[in-house]
């Protein structure tokens, strides 16, 4: 056993200090030799090897010397700190170093949080003579402070503190909107929202710093104003390390790639089909054809107010010029605009007769009158002349007709003007017969 003795002689204020291997005869003899010289001896050693054994021959030597042995408590040789002490991060180096009368590694170092903390910090040692150098790992931001509590193998105990701030360091960052499609010189307010090394949210909030690169511009609370010209931008928000980006596009009006047109410019019935082409930046399958007119009467279209109205149907109530517009319009209501004149011509379209069908003695007259009308079922204004047929009967040119032809028979009435023609059928009656007679 090596022993390592410091022994005080209080007669002549001497003080031996004996550092050899000893073993327990050894001191035992050096006890009876302190004995018989009537001296009183307060002993202090160091165990440099088993703590039982040390105790063991140190009681010996005691009892034979008549010295009184003492195990003093431990002392603080460095107080505690922190490296950082104000952390932005979320690690702190924590370290103390303590002194025994039995040496500095039979000390036992345990660290803790004397306050109460709802996420308390962890470390990578402790409760161990390594763990007078830690690294505290926080799991929130606060204010700590730091116990170590030094203690011999007697379980005496001395403490040192060390106060710590984890302060709110932003680490991350999200942008909202993170995509943005705008009309040029409209705006939109962005929100930046900066999470801490923790992933907790900025409290308070955070100071943000916007930029925008491209065109365009943003003020301090990221309220971003889209120039005139269309283009892609980027808009930036930082906060200490943490930043975000969001992506901008600053949207163009359609252009009309194929103009307005008609299938006829000149309409001679009620309809024509009129279509229209146009590109977007974003997608033409995205754009909306909203169809109209400007003239005499009101103007149908079919299909309208959507894509596939690009190519469309328009049905007219009146004759006369009319101006068929198009307007384009993209998703953010940007649009552009075409135009195609046309003229609904008064075309007569059908003509009638009437009566359409009469019976009449034979020699008898019938008045038939004859109507012209356009291509909407209005009559004409003025009516057309008309030329009167009758078959083989007498007609006059204003439409009597005499039955003058063979009794039982029925004769078409045609009454015609230019391409048009209308017909009637007149019955003569037959005179009745003796089948048997009286």
């Known amino acids: ?30 006890g009876v030799f302190m004995r018989l ?3 009183g001896v307060r002993a202090n050693a160091l165990c440099r090897s088993g703590k039982a054994a040390f105790i063991s021959a140190m009681a010996t030597l005691c009892f034979l010397t008549g010295a009184a042995f003492a195990d003093t408590p ?24 303590g002194a025994d009368d039995l040496g500095a590694t039979t000390l036992v170092y345990t660290w803790s949080t004397s306050e109460t903390n709802p996420v308390a910090p962890t470390y990578n040692r402790n409760g161990n003579n390594a763990a007078k150098s830690v690294t505290a790992t926080f799991k929130a931001s606060g204010n700590f402070t730091f116990q170590v509590a030094i203690k011999d193998n007697a379980g ?11 302060q709110q360091t932003p680490t991350s960052m999200t942008l909202t909107p993170a995509t943005l499609r705008i009309n040029p010189g409209a705006s939109q307010t962005f929100v930046a929202a900066a999470k801490d090394q923790f992933a907790k949210a900025m409290m308070p909030p955070a100071c943000v710093t916007f930029t925008v690169t491209g065109g365009g511009s943003v003020s301090t609370s990221g309220e971003f ?3 005139a010209t269309p283009g892609a931008y980027t808009l930036i928000a930082i906060s200490g390390v943490a930043s975000a980006k969001a992506s901008i596009v600053v949207n163009a009006a359609p252009t009309i790639t194929t103009p307005a047109s008609v299938t006829s410019s000149t309409v001679t019935g009620t309809f024509v089909n009129a279509s229209v082409l146009a590109a977007d930046d974003d997608a033409e399958t995205k754009l909306s054809y909203t169809w109209s007119a400007t003239g005499p009467a009101a103007v149908s279209f079919s299909p309208n107010a959507a ?15 009319y101006l068929l517009q198009v307007v384009v319009k993209d998703a953010q209501g940007l649009t552009a605009t075409s135009a195609v004149p046309v003229l609904v011509a008064l075309n007569p379209a059908k003509l009638t007769v009437t009566p359409a069908t009469v019976t009449i003695n034979p020699h008898a007259t019938k008045q038939f009158r004859a109507k012209a009308y356009d291509q909407f079922n209005v009559l004409l204004a003025p009516q057309p002349s008309f030329t009167w047929s009758a078959q083989t009967l007498t007609i006059s040119t204003n439409g009597l007709a005499k039955a003058d032809g063979v009794p039982g028979q029925t004769y078409a009435i045609t009454a015609s003007a230019g391409n048009l023609s209308g017909t009637a059928a007149l019955h ?6 003796i089948i048997t007679p009286a």
Do not use: D, Y
Not at 74 to 97: D, F, G, R
Not at 307 to 321: R, S
């Open 428 to 433: 003569i009656n037959a005179a009745p017969t």
């Open 74 to 97: 431990p002392t603080v040789a460095i107080p505690a700190t922190a490296i950082p002490a104000t952390v932005t991060a979320k690690t702190t180096a924590l370290s103390v170093l």
């Open 37 to 39: 010289s009537n001296e």
């Open 225 to 227: 104003a889209a120039a």
């Open 1 to 30: 056993m090596a022993i390592s003795a410091k022994f005080l002689l209080p007669s002549t204020r001497f003080t031996c200090t004996l550092s050899a291997h000893f073993t327990e005869a050894a001191l035992i003899i050096w």
């Open 307 to 321: 894509n596939a109205a690009k190519a469309t149907k328009a049905k007219f109530t009146k004759p006369g010029n």
């Open 156 to 166: 005496q105990a001395v403490t040192s503190s060390v106060p710590v701030v984890v």
